[in-house]
């Protein structure tokens, strides 16, 4: 079993930055962790994924966003930069070992945390 609890939404600048953090408790080193968002009246979209191996990312986000994990404190961030209103949505953290970019490739889901990007 694996808790995800997420931090780091709120309010930005169109052009700005954000950082969400995903404190996670249990076996950390055992899972592909994911970044996903889902936007009202749209469906759950892939944003990002890191495993032991490597990274991956979105096209719509790749070259803005970073993802990167702290093995010692169990911690797995989004770094986003050069923000876009479309960028807007609630963000939930993931942790599974199938398929790094479709929501039924994770077991275990964050509870979700609101960005909104202003013009």
């Known amino acids: 079993q694996v808790q995800l609890v997420e931090s780091g939404g709120g309010l930005v600048q169109v052009g700005g930055s954000l950082s969400l953090a995903c404190a996670v408790s249990g076996p950390f080193s055992r899972y592909h962790m994911g970044w996903f968002r889902q936007a009202p009246g749209k469906e759950r979209e892939f944003v990002a994924a890191?495993?032991?191996?490597?990274?991956t990312y979105a096209d719509s986000v790749k070259g803005r966003f970073t993802i990167s994990k702290d093995n010692a404190k169990n911690t797995v961030s989004l770094q986003m930069n050069i923000l876009k209103p479309e960028d807007s949505a609630v963000y939930y953290c993931a942790a599974g070992s199938g398929s790094l970019d479709q929501s039924l490739g994770y077991a275990y889901w964050g509870q979700g945390t609101q960005v909104t990007v202003a013009s």
């Open positions: 890191i495993t032991w191996v490597t990274t």
